[in-house]
C-alpha cells in the first residue's frame, strides 16, 4: 500500500485515517499544529506523539517538501519571489509582498498554465499539471519557514495557473490555511484570482467561505479581451458580467476587477467609459496596474498620465477604483518571468 501525502488530507479525513491505525481522533490535533504552526519536515520532530505513533505515522504518512531554485529579492520594496522546484522536479513560483504589518504571499495554483493570456510571462510554455493542496501548502511553508521575522497576514491565488481550474485543490489548501490548527489566516484575507471561468465562480457561491473572489477584466471589448484573455471565447463578458452579478447577489461579497493599463490596447479614456457602463449597477471595486513590461512581449506600459487619466475617469463615473502600484519591478515579479529565464 502507498503512503498517503499528509498534507494533502483534511483533518478530519487525518482523523479517520488515525482512528484507522487504533489511534484517538485528537491526535490529529497535534499533528496539524506540528505540521502548520511548527513547519516539521520529519514525524521524528513531532516530540509530543510517543515512539510507538510516530513509527506508525512513517509507516502510514509520507511529508512533501519543496525546495528552491533560485530567488530575487527588490531593492526599492522588499518583494522577494522564489523559484521552487517540486519533488518531481517541475518549478513554480510564489512571491512574498511585504508592505508595513500586512504581508501578503502570492501563491501558483499550477504548473504552467493552459489559459495563455497573452500577456503573461507563464503562457509560452503551456501547462503541465495541477498543483496537490500540499504542494500549495508547501508553498506557505517555505516562505514562512524563510521570512520568520514576518507575519503572514494575506494569501493571494495570483500567480502560475488558473486556481479555478485546479478548483478541488486549490477550495482543500484554502480550508487548512484557514483552519485554527493550521495556519489560522481568515477567509477574508484570501483571494482567488481568475480569468473568468464562470462555472468555478458559481461553485464558490456553495463554499460558504467568505473568501475573497479577484476577475481579471484588462478590457471592455469582446475582442479585444478575447486577444489579451483567450478564455474570453468561452466564457465571454456578456455571460462573465451576468455570473458576477449573480455571485455578488447571493454571496453579498464585492468583486474585485483587475485591469492592466496597456499602451494603445485597453488605457484610453474611450476604454475607461466603456468600462463603467459594462459594470454599472455591480457592487464591485477596480483595480488598476499599469503593465509589468515582460520581454519579448511587444507590450509597452502607458504613461503616467495616461494612467492618471484612467483612474480620473472611472473615479467621475462613480465606480470605486483604486490605483496600485506594480511591485518589484527590479527583479521582473511578474507572474512567471523568474521561471521563464530558467527555462
Same mark, same amino acid.
Given at each position: 500500500m502507498s503512503k498517503i501525502d499528509i498534507k494533502n488530507i483534511s483533518k478530519?479525513?487525518?482523523i479517520k485515517e488515525?482512528?484507522?491505525i487504533g489511534e484517538k481522533p485528537y491526535r490529529a490535533t497535534q499533528v496539524f499544529r506540528w505540521l502548520y504552526k511548527s513547519l516539521v519536515t520529519s514525524f521524528d520532530d513531532m516530540t509530543d506523539l510517543n515512539k510507538e505513533l510516530r513509527e506508525k505515522l512513517k509507516q502510514e504518512f509520507y511529508i512533501t517538501k519543496?525546495?528552491?531554485?533560485?530567488?530575487?529579492?527588490?531593492? *526599492?520594496?522588499?518583494?522577494? /519571489?522564489?523559484?521552487?522546484?517540486?519533488?518531481?522536479?517541475?518549478?513554480?513560483? *510564489?512571491?512574498?509582498? $511585504?508592505?508595513?504589518?500586512?504581508?501578503?504571499?502570492?501563491?501558483?495554483?499550477?504548473?504552467?498554465? /493552459?489559459?495563455?493570456?497573452?500577456?503573461?510571462?507563464?503562457?509560452?510554455?503551456?501547462?503541465?499539471?495541477?498543483?496537490?493542496?500540499?504542494?500549495?501548502?508547501?508553498?506557505?511553508?517555505?516562505?514562512?519557514?524563510? &521570512?520568520?521575522?514576518?507575519?503572514i497576514t494575506n494569501i493571494?491565488?495570483?500567480?502560475?495557473?488558473? $486556481?479555478?481550474?485546479?478548483?478541488?485543490?486549490?477550495?482543500?489548501?484554502?480550508?487548512?490555511?484557514?483552519?485554527e490548527d493550521a495556519f489560522k489566516i481568515g477567509a477574508r484575507k484570501i483571494t482567488i484570482s481568475t480569468c473568468g471561468v464562470i462555472p468555478g465562480i458559481m461553485k464558490l457561491v456553495d463554499e460558504k467561505l467568505q473568501i475573497e473572489l479577484s476577475v481579471s477584466l484588462h478590457s471592455p471589448d469582446d475582442k479585444i479581451r478575447s486577444t489579451l484573455v483567450p478564455a &474570453?471565447?468561452?466564457?465571454?463578458? &456578456?455571460?462573465?458580467?451576468?455570473?458576477?452579478?449573480?455571485?455578488?447577489?447571493?454571496?453579498?461579497?464585492?468583486?474585485?476587477?483587475?485591469y492592466v493599463l496597456i499602451k494603445r490596447v485597453n488605457a484610453s479614456e474611450g476604454d475607461a467609459f466603456k468600462v463603467a457602463k459594462l459594470l454599472t449597477g455591480m457592487i464591485c471595486k477596480v483595480n488598476i496596474i499599469s503593465y509589468n513590461q515582460i520581454k519579448a512581449k511587444g507590450y509597452e506600459a502607458p504613461s503616467t498620465a495616461e494612467v492618471k487619466n484612467f483612474f480620473r475617469t472611472l473615479k467621475s463615473r462613480a465606480v470605486n477604483v483604486m490605483l496600485r502600484k506594480s511591485k518589484g519591478e527590479d527583479i521582473d515579479a511578474g507572474c512567471g518571468q523568474l521561471r521563464i529565464s530558467k527555462l
Open positions: 478530519d479525513e487525518l488515525l482512528v484507522r519543496i525546495v528552491s531554485l533560485d530567488s530575487k529579492r527588490s531593492f *526599492s520594496d522588499g518583494t522577494t /519571489k522564489y523559484l521552487l522546484k517540486l519533488e518531481d522536479s517541475h518549478t513554480i513560483e *510564489s512571491v512574498l509582498l $511585504p508592505e508595513d504589518e500586512r504581508t501578503t504571499l502570492c501563491l501558483s495554483s499550477q504548473v504552467g498554465c /493552459k489559459f495563455g493570456c497573452s500577456f503573461c510571462a507563464s503562457a509560452p510554455f503551456g501547462f503541465v499539471r495541477n498543483l496537490k493542496a500540499s504542494e500549495i501548502l508547501d508553498e506557505v511553508i517555505f516562505m514562512k519557514t524563510h &521570512n520568520k521575522d514576518r507575519q493571494v491565488f495570483m500567480g502560475i495557473g488558473e $486556481p479555478l481550474d485546479n478548483y478541488n485543490n486549490v477550495m482543500r489548501a484554502i480550508r487548512i490555511l484557514n483552519d &474570453n471565447k468561452r466564457y465571454p463578458l &456578456n455571460d462573465l458580467i451576468a455570473a458576477c452579478k449573480e455571485y455578488t447577489r447571493l454571496t453579498k461579497r464585492v468583486i474585485t476587477f483587475e
